[in-house]
T-cell receptor, first 114, second 112 residues
Framework: EPEVTQTPSHQVTQMGQEVILRCVPI?????FYWYRQILGQKVEFLVS????????KSEIFDDQFSVERPDGSNFTLKIRSTKLEDSAMYFC????????????FGQGTRLTVV | GESVGLHLPTLSVQEGDNSIINCAYS??????FIWYKQESGKGPQFIID?????DKRQGQRVTVLLNKTVKHLSLQIAATQPGDSAVYFC???????????FGTGTQLKVEL
């Protein structure tokens, strides 16, 4: 069964450092997303991406964040200068069509900023 | 502002019993309401959705009920199994967009 895969599973970084979280969405999907989940809290939307453009972003997704689809398979989230409050589980997701209620989530990358 | 929230943080049920997980929402403009399940160490997994113009939808062992009068959503799981143990999130979505707004989650524990 096709699945969304994320690497690494756990990333520890020092405050102020740049991190890149990587995702391989399901191959025929066209819409890609990043969500985050601070420990014990709800899953929060960060950004959606389609046709090599950001289609929607939340207030959380400020200038420190960027997304990119560098090739035909990878989808990345970059945090330019990490802060302690960026520590969270980051989930990549993808869907086949716009307006889908079913997004397929990866297993997540746990980011710890120290 | 919009918000989707859950009544209870933890629900414990006996194996074989039916489970009912509840959710309150405040954004009447949402077009879809969705239930996701998150098992330990995994990402959220879609269970079932319901359009805002419906009040009931059934899937395999699950039923979602929508009461727009009191802005209440529930997920019923029949014959709960140990594999149903997870955190359940309700979420909402506006038509035409892709952003999911999640609630805070209910931990379902199935006791043998």
């Amino acid at each position: 069964e096709p699945e969304v895969t994320q690497t690494p599973s756990h990333q520890v970084t020092q405050m102020g450092q740049e991190v890149i979280l990587r995702c391989v969405p399901i191959s025929n999907h066209l819409y890609f997303y990043w969500y985050r989940q601070i420990l014990g809290q709800k899953v929060e939307f960060l950004v959606s991406f389609y046709n090599n453009e950001i289609s929607e972003k939340s207030e959380i997704f400020d200038d420190q964040f960027s997304v990119e689809r560098p090739d035909g398979s990878n989808f990345t989230l970059k945090i330019r200068s990490t802060k302690l409050e960026d520590s969270a589980m980051y989930f990549c997701a993808s869907s086949l069509r716009t307006g889908e209620t079913e997004a397929f989530f990866g297993q997540g990358t746990r980011l710890t900023v120290v | 502002g919009e918000s989707v929230g859950l009544h209870l943080p933890t629900l414990s049920v006996q194996e074989g019993d039916n489970s009912i997980i509840n959710c309150a929402y405040s954004n009447s403009a949402s077009d879809y309401f969705i239930w996701y399940k998150q098992e330990s160490g995994k990402g959220p997994q879609f269970i079932i959705d319901i359009r805002s113009n419906m009040d009931k939808r059934q899937g395999q062992r699950v039923t979602v009920l929508l009461n727009k009068t009191v802005k209440h959503l529930s997920l019923q799981i029949a014959a709960t199994q140990p594999g149903d143990s997870a955190v359940y999130f309700c979420a909402e979505k506006k038509g035409g967009g892709n952003k999911l707004t999640f609630g805070t989650g209910t931990q379902l524990k199935v006791e043998l």
